[in-house]
């Protein structure tokens, strides 16, 4: 399975911006899917997942309330709705596939099977 992140840029604080990621390779319906960000000189971190079919979704406490992600079996494709940006936010963003069943263990990056290949947010005025 390759994945492909896009929908970075630069956005004020307060703004939103959708990040899409691209599944190929037959199985998206299959695997869990995950975010995660990881900002200049700092460790990746978990952002947000969603179970194969859409209807169970976590995310860290700091994005809680703010962020959302939906997917798109059909187009085998997720997205990271990410709403009243704030500069702690900047970082680049990766989706990422697990095989694995969707449980508590989508918040660590050992879970995942296949990584996308980032792509950069920056809240900035």
């Known amino acids: 399975v390759q994945l492909q992140a896009s929908g970075g840029g630069l956005v004020q604080p307060g703004g939103s911006l959708r990040l899409s990621c691209v599944a190929s390779?037959?199985?998206?319906?299959?695997?869990?899917m995950g975010w995660f960000r990881q900002a200049p000189g700092k460790e990746r971190e978990f952002v947000g997942a969603?179970?194969?079919?859409?209807?169970?979704?976590m995310f860290a406490d700091s994005v809680k309330g703010r962020f959302t992600i939906s997917r798109d079996n059909a187009r085998n494709t997720v997205y990271l709705q990410m709403n009243s940006l704030k500069p702690e936010d900047t970082a680049v963003y990766y989706c990422?596939?697990?095989?694995?069943?969707?449980?508590?263990?989508?918040?660590?990056?050992?879970?995942?099977?296949?990584w996308g290949q980032g792509t950069l947010v920056t809240v900035s005025s």
């Open positions: 390779g037959g199985i998206f319906s299959i695997i869990t």
């Open positions: 990422a596939g697990t095989l694995a069943a969707y449980s508590g263990r989508v918040v660590y990056t050992s879970t995942y099977d296949y």
């Open positions: 969603i179970n194969r079919n859409g209807g169970s979704a």
